[in-house]
């Protein structure tokens, strides 16, 4: 009997080591899905087990769109390897039940440098950009959760912008770690900001 794509994505689940299973469920909590879908509240995910995480995958995403979820947050989270094997897993089973299941190409990871919006030669969004992001930006706590879960803050530093008095200098903080970063981790930053911010990045992107 061939095996569902839910059965997949809780095989995928269950190559990830603890730690990477934290950051999984903390990223697909940060997803903002397409417009029809309702994300996943964060307290079925807390304690949830790998089972309970495939089971909500599909019950709110529905298969397809459950695995294409799936791949984009494990690509998120830096676990490359599961998700292809997961992509050719679903692939396998697509041909084998005749269905006409989509599977996603894999998306180009910042760490190969992806690129992330309108540069400048020589300088990236996030740093031509770097006044009006800092005094811009209304809400902080998703983009530092949005980093942390793809690896660019430690924990300390996690805390160290949360603890500032105010949101800019929370933003002054988080880019005294940035100045730090390669081109693929500045894409990851931008990222975040298109994510939680699009209205700004929209509007940067246009100047």
């Not at 695995?67 to 998120?76: F, H, K, P």
């Not at 094997?85 to 180009?108: E, I, W």
């Not at 992330?116 to 706590?141: N, Y």
């Not at 500032?164 to 880019?175: C, G, H, P, S, V």
């Amino acid at each position: 009997m061939a095996k569902s794509l839910k059965d997949l994505i809780e095989e995928a689940l269950e190559d990830l080591e603890e730690e990477s299973l934290k950051k999984f469920k903390r990223k697909l909590n940060e997803v903002q899905p397409e417009a029809g879908y309702n994300r996943i509240p964060r307290g079925k995910l807390e304690k949830a087990d790998r089972m309970d995480i495939a089971d909500h995958i599909v019950s709110y995403y529905l298969q397809q769109y459950g695995l294409s979820i799936t791949l984009q947050v494990l690509e998120a989270i830096n676990e490359k390897g599961v998700a292809e094997s997961l992509r050719t897993n679903a692939a396998a089973a697509d041909g084998a039940s005749g269905s006409t299941v989509s599977v996603p190409p894999p998306t180009r990871s910042s760490r190969e440098g992806a690129g992330a919006g309108p540069r400048p030669a020589g300088q990236h969004f996030v740093d031509q950009h770097r006044q009006q992001i800092i005094s811009r930006t209304t809400l902080v706590e998703p983009i530092i959760d949005h980093l942390l879960s793809a690896g660019l803050l430690t924990d300390e530093q996690y805390e160290r912008v949360g603890t500032r008095d105010t949101i800019q200098n929370k933003m002054r903080e988080l880019y005294s770690f940035e100045r730090g970063w390669g081109e693929g981790d500045k894409d990851e930053f931008y990222r975040a900001l298109e994510t939680h911010n699009p209205p700004l990045v929209r509007d940067l992107e246009r100047q």
